[in-house]
DNA sequence: ACCCAAACGTAACGGTAATTACAGTAGTCT
DNA sequence: AGACTACTGTAATTACCGTTACGTTTGGGT
């Protein structure tokens, strides 16, 4: 690990070439995502993304075969990440209503963000041209909250604090009550950003109605 | 009225020059629609329009300017539309259970309508490039319907067979509740048609958790 | 029947942007 | 060092498409 002795012949990692090559990659991915998230996919310019990435055209089209296999492989990116970048900070063992609230506002808080919704935006433009990209995003995103919450709510379930017979489909719940609203406006209105207090409001709204409601259920 | 004496002198029209002009115009923004909902506002391409619609590129753009202007008269006739296609089938009096059902199943089916979803798909898309046609056209569709539930749901406490504080905020968090995971799913995989069963379970879950914890943001 | 404005068809213009070709350079491995 | 590979820079190629120009046709009002 010696600054002076990098020899990749003894590299633990799997790759046999690591380096130059996969740094290039990364800067053209991480131009790609600022591009492609500015601009949309068919308005994107690949010689925009050099410019920002710093490399050359052609080893641009080297590396992906071209503006398609840029676009997925960027998403591909997006993808892995997800799982890390959803881990929802657990409430453990918060009592329901604390629980909720810290969950609710972490996932809310997350989910206005410019970032992410330009994000959504993208994928709901090419969900036609991109199907398996489309799903394969919003199927990783769902899954990796619904399963985190359906566990706190079958803790508190154990605790003997809430009558809940089917999690996952609780939690699919009270996450449509959390996102909705805010969703429908921030896609349509991109100038629009919800305050801190407007969030906070959304998730205490929700905490209310999901536990109000959510035993009707049975 | 006869045919024969079709004078423009007297008609009670407002339009001076009705017809020729008229039809045509209409004919392109069908073509506009159709075009623009399947391919996207950037790869929607002129001379498709016209070939659909089957007037001539010139005069398509004496009528609308170019490409952004027949774009926006397309999107405001949907928007004059909506008014109309929004109206709810009101359940006037019925009981809570039973009008929520029948709104739900109303509502939720046109929302997974094809053609509607495609058209969530554009403006979401071009939110950034048009957006006071964005908010224009969420807006309307929003109010429309959330009025509608609103004053039935203003009934429904007036009969004393529930306590809601806020009419409109509570119709807002029924729209919520019956929409959002179907609109998720249905926005990101354009293939993924939902079922009837499929919507009315929706509806029925949403009718338990709205009338089981409404109440309980009094 | 005559006239005018609107509609038509077609082709040309202009610009943009994806993709490729090619000649030169730099890094790495033996 | 030498060779092989990957990267760079720039320019050409190619295709597409919005937009405009222009000469012709047509339909309706007098």
Redesign the pocket.
Known sequence: MSPSDS???DTPTVEP?A???E???AAFLKAAREVFLEHGY?????????RRA??????????F??????FEAMIDARVSEITTQMQLELAAHAPLREGLTRIGEDFLFRQVQPENLNFFRLMVAQAKKFPEMAEAWSRRAQEAVRRALAGYLEDRVAAGEIRIANAEQAASIYFDLLRSRMQFRTLLMPSYVPTEQEVREQVERAVKVFIGGIESLN
Chains 1, 2 share one sequence.
């Open positions: 020899g990749p012949a070439e380096g130059r090559a740094l290039r990659r068919e308005a994107a310019n690949m010689a925009e993304i050099v710093g490399g050359s055209l052609s080893t641009l089209y080297a590396q075969g071209g503006k398609k296999g840029l």
